[in-house]
């Protein structure tokens, strides 16, 4: 009996997790897209892990993929705006200012340049790249894209973006038989491929000037 009473305080009931869970994430992934502080990838794959162990693994996948991307998508249209609005400022605006530091001169030149030859295309691969969707978009604002032709692009990379974090979820979630070690799995790779691209420029920087 106490331990029965001690799993449901531990694990609360699927409905719960659930009304608390799908809020969350969509709150925290727009949050996330309009504010790159929170790790958006690893609360997909975090989500996906949990969903896997649903009684409806498959709906509740598809629950979170259909969540996930839509956040994304909202926010990074959110985003898109707001800097659309600095552009067409005198002023600017603190939004198109932040974006402006969050892009490495050498990374946003080459945004650009992916721009020029492949259009609003190069959006998907920025998704999925970690620390390229900021250049790319700012790529497009500076070449004044229309909102119309960027959501276009963006409606995909969300897709894409949703679809391979949900995918590392269920590979380290089914390496583990407990969801919250599947959770940790997820989220320490989804860190690692994050973190990734920063640290081998940093290697090569050193490299390059001993």
Avoid at 138 to 149: D, G, K
Avoid at 165 to 170: A, K, N, W
Avoid at 190 to 195: D, E, I, N, V, Y
Wanted: proline residues 7%; contains cysteine.
């Amino acid at each position: 009996m106490a331990e029965s009473v001690s799993r449901a305080v531990v694990t609360p009931p699927e409905g719960t997790q659930q009304a608390v869970g799908y809020p969350s994430l969509f709150l925290l992934v727009v949050l996330g897209s309009l504010v790159p502080v929170v790790p958006t990838g690893a609360l997909v794959s975090g989500a996906a892990v949990v969903a896997m162990h649903q009684s409806l693994p498959a709906l509740s996948l598809l629950t979170v993929f259909g969540v996930a991307s839509l956040a994304a998508f909202l926010g990074d249209l959110g985003l898109y705006w707001l800097g659309k609005r600095g552009i067409g400022s005198k002023n600017g605006s603190r939004w198109l200012a932040a974006l402006r530091e969050r892009a490495a001169p050498e990374r946003l030149a080459q945004a650009d340049k992916k721009l020029r030859e492949h259009g609003v295309a190069v959006l998907v691969l920025s998704r999925l790249v970690p620390a390229g969707r900021i250049p790319v978009m700012l790529a497009c604002l500076l070449s004044r894209t229309p909102l119309r032709q960027f959501a276009r692009g963006d409606v995909l990379a969300c897709l894409a973006w949703a679809a391979a974090y949900q995918l590392i979820g269920v590979a380290g979630g089914s390496l583990f038989p407990s969801p919250w070690e599947g959770i940790a799995a997820a989220v320490g790779l989804t860190l690692l491929l994050s973190a990734a691209p920063s640290l081998w420029r940093k290697v090569r920087r050193s490299a390059q000037h001993p």
